[in-house]
């Protein structure tokens, strides 16, 4: 899914959410919701095979949950992204208790990359977060957590307009095993084919 599926007025509201990355050559995979055990580490195994680099936007209760796992993703050399503690979805949440939640993840994860989880957060707790991290939304969301999607659906809604800049939404995690396991490898031989350079964010 691209531009057209995403909430816009947050464009309008906050234009310095990033959207897609200007670059001649290279593609963004992301993914989100890990580290995940037995996930992780096939998507890590994976992404060596093609020698890409991902963005990886982390729950810090999963950080800490499973701290060798993380460091994992660390020393193949991959990005980490703050993606909230506990998966929270802004909506009807205080702001404070919001802010609370990224930040407490932030002591664990360190990082000036933030995406807030399915995207479901006011404007006034955007402009919060924006104060103290870059906020990295997406071009192209696979949908690999919809169990309800074929796995050939799931890698469609990639490539089908997958261009340099795109910033791809990939889930580390058991419900989106099925259709990322299948979308993933063929993703990066995509990217492989077309002459793109799968590359880590940074702003």
Same mark, same amino acid.
């Not at 259709?179 to 993703?187: D, E, F, H, I, Q």
């Given at each position: 899914?691209? +531009?057209?599926?995403?909430?816009?007025?947050?464009?309008?509201?906050?234009?310095?959410?990033?959207?897609?990355?200007?670059?001649?050559?290279?593609?963004?995979?992301?993914?989100?919701?890990?580290?995940?055990?037995?996930?992780?580490?096939?998507?890590?195994?994976? +992404?060596?095979?093609?020698?890409?680099?991902?963005?990886?936007?982390?729950?810090?209760?999963?950080?800490?949950?499973?701290?060798?796992?993380?460091?994992?993703?660390?020393?193949?050399?991959?990005?980490?992204?703050?993606?909230?503690?506990?998966?929270?979805?802004?909506?009807?949440?205080?702001?404070?208790?919001?802010?609370?939640?990224?930040?407490?993840?932030?002591?664990? +994860?360190?990082?000036? +990359?933030?995406?807030?989880?399915?995207?479901?957060?006011?404007?006034?707790?955007?402009?919060?977060?924006?104060?103290?991290?870059?906020?990295?939304?997406?071009?192209?969301?696979?949908?690999?957590?919809?169990?309800?999607?074929?796995?050939?659906?799931?890698?469609?809604?990639?490539?089908?307009?997958?261009?340099?800049?795109?910033?791809?939404?990939?889930?580390?995690?058991?419900?989106?095993?099925?259709?990322?396991?299948?979308?993933?490898?063929?993703?990066?031989?995509?990217?492989?084919?077309?002459?793109?350079?799968?590359?880590?964010?940074?702003?």
């Amino acid at each position: 899914m691209k +531009l057209k599926f995403i909430p816009r007025f947050f464009g309008k509201l906050m234009p310095d959410l990033i959207w897609e990355i200007k670059d001649p050559n290279g593609v963004f995979l992301t993914f989100d919701d890990g580290p995940t055990p037995g996930i992780t580490e096939w998507i890590l195994a994976t +992404l060596e095979k093609y020698d890409a680099k991902a963005t990886f936007f982390v729950l810090g209760k999963n950080a800490e949950l499973y701290p060798d796992l993380y460091q994992k993703i660390i020393d193949a050399g991959h990005k980490i992204g703050n993606h909230t503690y506990s998966h929270q979805k802004g909506w009807g949440m205080p702001l404070e208790r919001y802010i609370e939640d990224v930040d407490f993840a932030n002591d664990i +994860l360190k990082s000036e +990359l933030f995406r807030p989880p399915y995207a479901r957060v006011t404007p006034s707790q955007m402009r919060a977060v924006a104060k103290r991290y870059k906020i990295v939304m997406w071009t192209i969301i696979s949908r690999d957590y919809n169990r309800m999607l074929s796995p050939r659906k799931c890698f469609r809604n990639v490539v089908e307009e997958l261009t340099p800049g795109s910033i791809i939404v990939f889930h580390d995690s058991e419900k989106s095993f099925r259709n990322m396991s299948y979308a993933l490898p063929r993703t990066l031989e995509f990217i492989k084919r077309k002459g793109y350079k799968c590359k880590i964010i940074e702003l």
